[in-house]
């Protein structure tokens, strides 16, 4: 059972930065292609980062503001967020890619003035 623990949210003002944790367990994380998701009001759940063995790769939306990366030995991956724009806005969540068992609670962003 994958258990993922998110963190790192919170109110932002445009052009600001937040980094963002998510501790798995219950998974052989180092040789896992994991995700970094995100859901705002109203919208499907996307995928904006993901990270293999050897590659990273960014959805359009935050691709040059976002950077992604894991710490193997604490089973943790993270995603640096800056630049941030008021569309960023949304519940963050992390998860194996493709997605797989139960979703964590997710780290609630919000970027305002």
């Known amino acids: 059972q994958v258990q993922l623990v998110e ?3 919170g109110l932002v003002q ?7 944790s998510c ?9 896992s292609a994991m ?4 859901q705002a009001p109203g919208k499907q759940r996307e995928l904006v980062a993901r990270i293999t063995i050897g590659s ?3 959805a359009d939306s935050v691709k040059g503001r976002f950077t ?10 993270y995603l640096q967020m800056n630049s941030l724009k008021p569309e960023d806005t949304a ?3 992390c998860n194996k890619d493709p997605p ?3 979703w964590g609670q997710g780290t609630q962003v919000i970027v305002s003035s």
């Open 7 to 9: 963190s790192g949210g």
């Open 14 to 20: 445009p052009g600001g930065s937040l980094r963002l």
């Open 23 to 31: 501790a798995a367990s219950g998974t052989i994380f180092s040789i």
């Open 35 to 38: 995700g970094w998701y995100r």
């Open 56 to 58: 990273t790769n960014y």
């Open 68 to 77: 992604i990366s894991r710490d193997n030995a604490r089973n943790t991956v």
């Open 91 to 93: 519940v963050y969540y």
């Open 100 to 102: 797989a068992g139960t």
